[in-house]
């Protein structure tokens, strides 16, 4: 049998807002990996109203975690899809627990992670962005509303952009407060693997991309490609 390649293993961690969902799209398209977002996997779910929608909506619509133990099925079967395995994935929003952390690094096993990027943005920048962030109905491409507006036009596919439903003032308050909660350990698990890159995530998403580029692209260029079969 022909050996495939096993591509690299990304995760990228930070507070709502800090850009998480911007630069894992242009990572992943600089270096041809999955963008996996499980936000985005669970927000779909609940749109279609599958099992899993159904399920899930009470958490997200409230802000609050969805089940470790519901996650961990999500997450496997993402990462775990053929073409996934062959270009590599970068993951957007998991592991948000250190409880996740461990269920990744079971379900990866025997590949490895690369790295853990970490957007690094104080809280009170985050609260001024998420209360202005739009994201496109279609391709989940967030929008700056500049003057505060409730709806724009998406650059990226002419789709129409809106308020998160879990953008509430309240849901804010209360997704930022369960990310300061499970934060501490959650770095410190990736920090004692020597997997955590540090980016100072402030400025405009050029800027952002740029660092966190020079920070990915000595990891990736280290990872070589593993057999699979
Ligand atoms: P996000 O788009 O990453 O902000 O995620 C939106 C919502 O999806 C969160 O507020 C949670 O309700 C749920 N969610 C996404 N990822 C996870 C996760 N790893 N663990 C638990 N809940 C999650």
Redesign the pocket.
């Given at each position: 049998m022909v050996a495939a390649s096993r591509g690299p293993s990304l995760v990228v961690l930070g507070r709502?807002g800090s850009g998480k969902g911007t630069q894992a799209q242009r990572v992943a398209a600089a270096f041809g990996l999955r963008h996996l977002?499980?936000?985005?996997m669970?927000r779909e779910a609940v749109a279609h109203r599958t099992p899993l929608g159904r399920r899930v909506q009470r958490?997200?619509v409230q802000?609050?975690?969805?089940p470790d133990e519901l996650?961990v099925g999500v997450v496997e079967s993402a990462i775990g899809a053929r073409d996934v395995v062959r270009s590599g994935f970068l993951l957007d929003?998991?592991?948000?627990t250190r409880r996740?952390a461990d269920d990744l690094e079971r379900v990866l096993d025997p590949a490895r992670l690369d790295a853990a990027v970490l957007l690094d943005v104080p809280l009170d920048v985050v609260r001024h962005r998420l209360g202005l962030r739009r994201v496109c109905r279609r391709c989940e491409t967030p929008t700056v509303a500049q003057h505060g507006e409730d709806e724009l036009v998406c650059a990226v596919c002419g789709g129409q952009a809106v308020r998160r439903d879990?953008d509430t003032p309240e849901a804010i308050e209360a997704?930022l407060e369960t990310h300061e909660l499970e934060a501490a350990p959650l770095l410190r698990w990736f920090e004692d693997r020597g997997l955590l890159l540090r980016v100072d995530a402030v400025g405009s998403p050029d800027e952002v991309f740029e660092r966190v580029h020079a920070a990915v692209a000595p990891v990736l260029a280290a990872s070589s490609p593993e057999p699979t079969e």
């Open positions: 709502q977002s499980t936000g985005a669970l958490y997200l802000g609050r975690l969805v996650m929003g998991f592991p948000r996740q879990d997704r």
